[in-house]
């Protein structure tokens, strides 16, 4: 009896852990690969989860851009207005898509960043991004 209560608990654990190791896994492929990207301002990276085509809405540029340009748009964004902070203040998702809203703090400013995303090739694309000056 002892035997088998071990095995029940072992089993339990490991299924635990294997689901959490999943969900924080899939949570991290959009969240902390992007939210890092966006802290430090590296729009090389945080263009590897652009689509290959992705609509914009920053401050004085709006449309639909290649890759390539949508990320020589973001550096040129990012060297404007060093980022001094990012954090995800709320995240969505539902059925192949998701989103994610944050505060992101430069010394010109704050501004907010929405992200909307889309599942492809088992990877979480960015399909559009917003960024709005905030009023201070």
Do not use: W
Request: proline residues 2%.
């Amino acid at each position: 009896m002892m035997r088998t209560s071990k095995m029940i608990v072992l089993f339990f654990s490991v299924l635990l852990l294997c689901t959490s190791g999943t969900i924080s896994q899939s949570e991290a492929t959009f969240s902390d690969e992007v939210v890092k990207a966006t802290k430090s301002g590296d729009a090389q990276v945080l263009s590897a989860h652009f689509f290959n085509n992705i609509e914009l809405v920053l401050p004085g540029k709006t449309g639909v851009f290649s890759k390539k340009q949508a990320e020589m748009i973001v550096k040129d964004f990012f060297g404007k207005n060093p980022p001094v902070d990012f954090l995800i203040i709320h995240e969505g998702r539902k059925e192949n898509a998701s989103y994610a809203i944050g505060n992101y703090t430069s010394s010109t400013g704050s501004y907010r960043f929405t992200f909307l995303t889309k599942n492809a090739a088992n990877k979480v694309l960015i399909h559009q991004l917003r960024i709005e000056k905030q009023d201070e």
